[in-house]
């Protein structure tokens, strides 16, 4: 199978990550992203053809982050449930099942909704030191993690992290996103080598 889909997104990544660097609060740098991650087996397949349909949760705090996961799963040939469907239906279970972690309560729903996995994300945005009046700088980081809806499984998890301030929080946390998804599903056990501000690339 052609690995030029993979190659096509770190690409993206990297001309992603330096129009961002244009808008750093520190210009003496390219302040390109910094990725960690792993995952169980992938089928290689599954996320870069449309050979199959996986019906995938998104449960996160941002919405620039359930944008660009929605999009990154949709171009990768998944369904999306619709989130508002899905925050409809936590609130439901919510009430029901008091007892509960709230990510229990998610998987719940994404077991009523027929989904296979739900893809849980954070995004933490904090002014900078010196910030004060609210105009930026920002720290951003983006953390998230795909967890099976039969058996609790995680599947892969990413986290990705401008090791400066940025100025636009919410275009920093759609490359941080993509970026956290990449590095998860960076197939190091195929041959590849994950570079942090190129993505993931053929040895």
């Known amino acids: 199978m052609s690995h030029k ?17 244009v808008a750093c609060h520190s210009t003496a740098f390219i302040n390109y992203p910094l990725a960690t991650g792993s995952h169980k087996f992938i089928d290689i397949g599954d996320y870069l053809t449309k050979e199959r349909k996986h019906t995938v949760v998104i449960w996160a705090n941002h919405p620039a982050v359930i944008e660009t996961i929605a999009n990154i799963e949709r171009q990768s040939g998944k369904a999306v449930i619709d989130p ?5 239906l936590v609130n439901e279970q919510k009430a029901k099942f008091n007892d509960l972690t709230e990510d229990e309560v998610v998987l719940r729903a994404g077991r009523l909704a027929r989904a296979d996995s739900v893809i849980f994300a954070k995004a933490a945005v904090t002014p900078a030191s010196g910030s004060t009046d609210g105009s930026g700088p920002y720290n951003c980081s983006v953390g998230i993690r795909a967890v099976n809806v039969e058996i609790g499984e995680v599947r892969w998890t990413g986290t990705a992290w401008f090791p400066r301030p940025v100025q636009d929080p919410e275009e920093a946390l759609r490359v941080l996103t993509a970026t956290a998804i990449a590095r998860a599903r960076c197939p190091i056990e195929r041959g590849f080598v994950w570079y942090d501000g190129k993505g993931c690339l053929v040895k």
């Open 84 to 88: 508002a469907a899905i925050e409809e």
């Open 5 to 21: 889909p993979l190659r096509l997104l770190a690409a993206l990544l990297l001309i992603q990550g330096v129009i961002t660097a």
